[in-house]
């Protein structure tokens, strides 16, 4: 099943489904399987060292020669301007931008013509980021796993609002991970989805199985936020870690303390190691519908097909 829309022929890609950087715990094989599958997979470069950036995204288009993208958070990685350069060099297709300022990249990107998604929270930043030339807008809802906006703006509601304002093609993000998550996506007005939560339990995902199994257990009611006391809010499974990190949160007012604990770092010590005592693992809160461990190929194909089933059988309804 295929879906020709003006999201899927800017990209080339054959679902209207990105997979969402993943920072420190991005993995070549996952990216590559999901663009060799027919969406675009990422590798998010967090605040990886250059070496380690520039590695895993060589590994990743290595082993895809369909289009695949590299997430760069800005305010996150200490060199931007480096890792941007090193993308030029290694001419990856896409670059996603997240988490600060895009718009001193953007052109510099498109002149070596790799194609500039900007990830934005607000219709406010959604304008500023097509005014400075983006491709692609992926507007990410307070529903997401990971490191989310002040203003907390639900997929919702953000999406159609954003929709209203832009007319390069915006792509939903957050609360996301199946057919009805892509049909309600559309419905919209957006031109595809970009998950997170979903790809973290799949057969090429290589987390931690008690990770994979926090996903596949949660319910609606199985995530946290942390950090809005230092206005740095992430989504994440509740676990023992999570609680320790409420803890610091109610206790200090300095954030220091509690940025020293959820460095990337402890992201690893979870998603890798599994050791959820000592480590976060993100999770966003469609964690609750989340129920199985397919195959990359098979969620892209199942989701699209299901999606296409419902449009058609709600306009049906609608007769
Ligand atoms: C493990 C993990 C790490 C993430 N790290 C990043 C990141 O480095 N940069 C970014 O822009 N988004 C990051 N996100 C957010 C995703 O890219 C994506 O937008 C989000 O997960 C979509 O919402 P969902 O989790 O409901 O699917 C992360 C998400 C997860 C699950």
Do not use: W
């Not at 792509?171 to 007005?189: C, R, S, W, Y």
């Amino acid at each position: 099943m295929t879906v020709v829309n003006k999201l899927t022929r800017l990209l080339n890609i054959t679902y209207p489904i990105i997979q969402g950087g993943m920072g420190n715990i991005s993995d070549p094989n996952l990216a590559a399987a999901i663009s060799n599958a027919g969406g675009l997979g990422t590798i998010g470069v967090g605040d990886l060292p250059i070496n380690e950036a520039v590695y895993k995204v060589t590994e990743m288009l290595k082993q895809t020669s369909n289009p695949c993208c590299v997430n760069i958070p800005i305010a996150v990685h200490p060199n931007v301007s480096h890792i941007v350069q090193q993308m030029i060099n290694l001419k990856v297709p896409v670059v996603s931008l997240s988490a600060g300022n895009p718009a001193p990249f953007i052109s510099l990107l498109q002149q070596h013509k790799i194609i500039v998604i900007c990830v934005i929270a607000t219709v406010r930043q959604a304008k500023k980021a097509e005014k400075a030339g983006a491709d692609i807008i992926v507007c990410e809802g307070y529903e997401a796993a990971g490191i989310n906006a002040k203003n907390e703006s639900t997929t919702m509601t953000l999406i159609p609002q954003v929709v209203q304002q832009v007319n390069i093609p915006v792509v939903a993000a957050g609360g996301i991970a199946d057919g009805k998550g892509l049909a309600a996506a559309l419905a919209l007005g957006a031109s595809g989805v970009q998950m997170g939560t979903r790809f973290i339990a799949t057969k090429e995902a290589p987390y931690h199985k008690i990770y994979k199994q926090a996903i596949i257990q949660a319910t609606d009611e199985s995530t946290v936020i942390v950090g809005r006391r230092y206005n740095r809010i992430r989504r994440l499974i509740r676990s023992e870690y999570a609680s320790k990190l409420l803890e610091i949160e109610n206790k200090n007012d300095d954030p220091a303390i509690f940025f020293k604990q959820t460095t990337e770092n402890y992201h690893k010590i979870g998603a890798f190691d599994g050791d959820i005592k000592n480590g976060f693992i993100n999770g966003g809160q469609i964690a609750g519908l989340i129920e199985d461990c397919p195959s990359v190929y098979d969620l892209l194909e199942t989701m699209t097909a299901d999606a296409k089933q419902i449009l058609k059988q709600s306009l049906e309804k609608l007769e």
